[in-house]
């Protein structure tokens, strides 16, 4: 579109006191070459007429100088035929200032950051969303469990056709082999007669779901709105089995040709199936397996033969009467007294208090022990706890088991230390019961079958304990692969109760990626993000380094071993456009040559040492908020410093941060989410790659004789609002102790 702009600056919230909007207007009018205009409130009725009187005239490309870009989005929204870009004055300049803030360093901040605004917008193109040829609505439900139960049945309901796929020869999962299941309603002591046959039978009913019983799926390729999908009998071998995933280390000697990569073969495989069944999107439902007790000998799981884990047991009070004394172990004992089983969890607590009822219903005699050390029982089933204290023939106790015995004549000693009465007790019991932990199935078992160039399975389980995460705590039931979204058993251990909840939020969430798919948008979390990747391949040496780094498998490889872009599975991170040495890649507002030309406006002073300038690059998921919190708070930001806005620290290109130095700031930071262990990046592993990123070209700093110290990588929480400035103050007094750059004034 021909592009006409306009800056406008608000003079409310304190902006017209802090600072002198006359001269600000000038350094727009007279650098940038921009008409500017100013308003006591540009939120307002008045000031929103007045842009869109302009909006009139055809300026179509709007500069707003107030408040931060994470507030009053529908305010400064002036239609999908124009382009807002915010400079912010309000949080990140004068509400940020120190009581004796020097006027000038203010005014200098400020101009800065209009400086960056305007620069941007002009660096800016209108986005296209991307357009399927073809959608498919279908969701493919794999499993038909509870959870598979739920999502088919719920996605049927809006008018979605369903094909719901279930390795059994029956539905019902686990849920068919229970003999009672919690409560579900007050007083929340009585347990209820399954009604998992119900949601069968609807289920069958619908006219909307297709069931395929005995299968699993062969392969799964392409992406959302336009999966295929070949299906096979359930344990039968296919010669589309999934491979292995390429080890990195591997990957290598599969460029250079030396070794055949293993998920070749994808232009094969679409082309032997061409009536494969055509998907937009899938729930992965497959549930879970009882986590192995076998490793603790002491415990005589496999060796003694009534000792059985939870799982067993329900088996065998489902078909017929349970033992009249059972031990219902929680945790190991012995060395690990002091946690539990693998993956143990509020779920397996209220197991063993609703088989320990099934103890007392069946005999009028029966006694139940319960030896745990720590017992969950969230929201009302603190009630039905409570219920089981009150039962006479329950006795729960803090307790570490230390060795079960077969006594010889049919029964069973276990002896337990460190009981809530301060002794060492041996209990004769009947049969001895573990509480073995809910394992998803994706840990073990190759469930997906995905055909993406890296490979079959989600990635990087082992970081979640094998569940298919992509961040548990922002966006529930998604996975490392768009398009495709997992509940109940395979995300985390759930009641029944929560897995309907589950179920039913991973097929709306099914269904919002097929919607989005369609409207050529982004899903979570840039929701409605009209951009994606655009690559100029002339210059692509092939390097793969943006296929390896895509969080989201969102790209394959051509036959040639070029990239081969899928729009609808990129989550819009820009972590291709960080990966990528040859700087061909970038979306229409958001590329390599506009935030280089940001840092480049910032101006540079080479004769006050005193005046040092710092960039920071802050993730807008994280850091970006805390950093606007703090402005909030009034809370006292070093002035010397200048934040740029990112998708993610994934989508940092290196040479940002050279284009800094070279300019002659003094120092350059990220600052982005916590990654590791605890992460928190909305895009897995944004910041962990910028700091990898960052140790490479320190070596190159080294080399133009500039300090490897001017730059950094920060990790901020977004409740870290309060510890912000102090995290920008120590980097600025660190540059400060080694003095300006040297490249300053060159």
């Given at each position: 579109m021909d592009m006409k702009y306009g800056a406008y600056i608000c003079t409310g919230c304190g902006i017209g006191d802090a600072l002198d909007i006359e001269a600000l207007s000038g350094v727009v009018t007279g650098e940038m070459s921009m008409d500017c205009k100013s308003h006591e409130a540009l939120c307002s009725a008045a000031g929103r007429a007045m842009i869109e009187a302009d909006k009139g005239e055809g300026?179509?490309?709007?500069?707003?100088?107030?408040?931060?870009?994470?507030?009053?989005?529908?305010?400064?929204?002036?239609?999908?035929?124009t382009i807002t870009v915010r400079a912010n004055l309000r949080?990140?300049?004068?509400?940020?200032?120190?009581?004796?803030?020097?006027?000038?360093?203010?005014?200098?901040?400020?101009?800065?950051?209009?400086?960056m605004g305007c620069t941007r917008i002009q660096k800016c193109e209108l986005p296209e969303p991307?357009?399927?040829?073809?959608?498919?609505?279908?969701?493919?439900?794999?499993?038909?469990?509870?959870?598979g139960l739920t999502a088919a049945k719920e996605a049927a309901a809006t008018g979605y056709e369903v094909i719901l796929i279930e390795k059994a020869d029956t539905l019902g999962g686990k849920a068919a082999g229970w003999r009672k299941q919690f409560p579900s309603k007050a007083p929340w002591t009585e347990l209820e007669a399954p009604s998992v046959s119900d949601m069968i039978k609807d289920v069958e009913a619908d006219a909307n779901i297709t069931v395929k019983t005995g299968t699993e799926v062969a392969r799964i390729a392409g992406a959302p709105g336009e999966y295929k999908a070949t299906f096979k009998p359930a344990g039968a071998k296919s010669e589309w089995d999934a491979p292995a995933k390429v080890a990195v280390d591997e990957q290598d000697l599969i460029d250079k040709g030396e070794m055949e990569d293993p998920n070749a073969g994808l232009k094969p495989y679409m082309e032997a199936n061409p009536d494969a069944e055509l998907v937009g999107a899938v729930v992965l439902a497959t549930g879970w397996i009882p986590a192995d007790v076998s490793e603790y000998e002491h415990l005589g799981h496999g060796t003694i033969k009534n000792v059985v884990t939870n799982a067993e047991f329900e088996k065998l009070a489902k078909e017929g009467t349970v033992p009249a004394r059972v031990a219902f172990v929680q945790s190991p004992g012995g060395a690990d007294h002091d946690r539990d089983f693998p993956y143990c969890n509020s779920v397996t607590s209220m197991v063993a208090l609703k088989q320990a009822q099934y103890v007392r219903e069946d005999n009028a005699d029966g006694k139940a022990y319960i030896l745990y050390q720590h017992m969950r029982t969230p929201g009302n089933m603190e009630l039905y706890y409570k219920a089981a204290q009150d039962d006479d023939g329950i006795f729960l106790t803090k307790a570490n088991v230390m060795k079960v015995e077969d006594a010889g004549d049919g029964s069973l000693s276990v002896a337990i230390a460190d009981t809530l009465l301060n002794e060492d007790v041996v209990l004769s019991v009947d049969m001895v019961v573990l509480a073995a932990g809910m394992e998803p199935t994706t840990k073990e078992e190759n469930t997906i079958n995905l055909a993406y160039r890296q490979g079959p399975a989600f990635m990087d389980l082992e970081l979640f304990d094998g569940y298919a995460d992509s961040h548990f705590v922002c966006f529930p039931y998604e996975t490392r692969r768009t398009g495709v979204y997992t509940c109940g058993?395979?995300?985390?251990?759930?009641?029944?109760?929560e897995t309907i909840d589950d179920a039913t939020g991973a097929a709306?969430?099914?269904?919002?990626?097929?919607?989005?798919?369609?409207?050529?948008?982004?899903?979570?979390?840039?929701?409605?993000?009209?951009?994606?990747?655009?690559?100029?391949?002339?210059?692509?040496?092939?390097?793969?380094?943006?296929?390896?780094?895509?969080?989201?498998?969102?790209?394959?490889?051509?036959?040639?071993?070029?990239?081969?872009?899928?729009?609808?599975?990129?989550?819009?991170c820009g972590t291709c456009m960080g990966a990528c040495p040859e700087r061909i890649i970038g979306f229409?507002?958001?590329?390599?040559?506009?935030?280089?030309?940001?840092?480049?406006?910032?101006?540079?002073?080479?004769d006050d040492e005193d005046?040092?300038?710092?960039?920071?690059?802050?993730?807008?998921?994280?850091?970006?908020?805390?950093?606007?919190?703090?402005?909030?708070?009034?809370?006292?930001?070093n002035n010397l410093v200048r934040f740029i806005p990112v998708r993610c620290l994934g989508s940092v290109n290196m040479v940002w941060i050279k284009d800094a130095l070279s300019a002659g700031l003094d120092g350059a930071m990220m600052l982005g989410c916590k990654f590791g262990d605890d992460y928190q990046c909305h895009f897995v592993k944004g910041s962990e790659l910028a700091d990898k990123r960052m140790a490479n070209i320190g070596e190159t700093l080294g080399s133009l004789g500039l300090e490897p110290e001017r730059v950094a990588v920060k990790e901020i929480a977004i409740t870290d609002y309060d510890k912000a400035p102090a995290v920008i103050e120590e980097f600025v007094q660190s540059i400060i102790e080694l003095g300006p750059n040297p490249f300053k004034g060159f």
């Open positions: 300026v179509n490309c709007f500069v707003i100088g107030a408040c931060s870009q994470r507030v009053m989005e529908d305010e400064f929204n002036f239609g999908d035929d949080e990140q300049v004068v509400w940020c200032q120190p009581e004796d803030a020097d006027a000038e360093y203010v005014m200098e901040l400020a101009s800065d950051y209009m400086r991307y357009e399927l040829e073809s959608i498919n609505k279908r969701v493919l439900v794999m499993g038909g469990g509870l959870a058993g395979v995300r985390k251990a759930t009641t029944m109760e709306l969430k099914a269904i919002q990626c097929i919607e989005s798919a369609d409207r050529g948008v982004a899903v979570h979390p840039r929701s409605g993000d009209k951009t994606y990747p655009e690559f100029f391949f002339q210059r692509c040496t092939q390097c793969k380094r943006c296929t390896e780094e895509c969080p989201f498998g969102a790209l394959d490889d051509d036959e040639k071993g070029t990239p081969l872009p899928n729009p609808t599975r990129c989550r819009r229409k507002d958001y590329n390599i040559d506009m935030i280089g030309s940001m840092v480049k406006a910032i101006e540079v002073p080479d005046k040092l300038r710092f960039v920071v690059f802050v993730c807008e998921n994280d850091a970006l908020p805390a950093i606007d919190m703090s402005g909030m708070r009034r809370n006292a930001m």
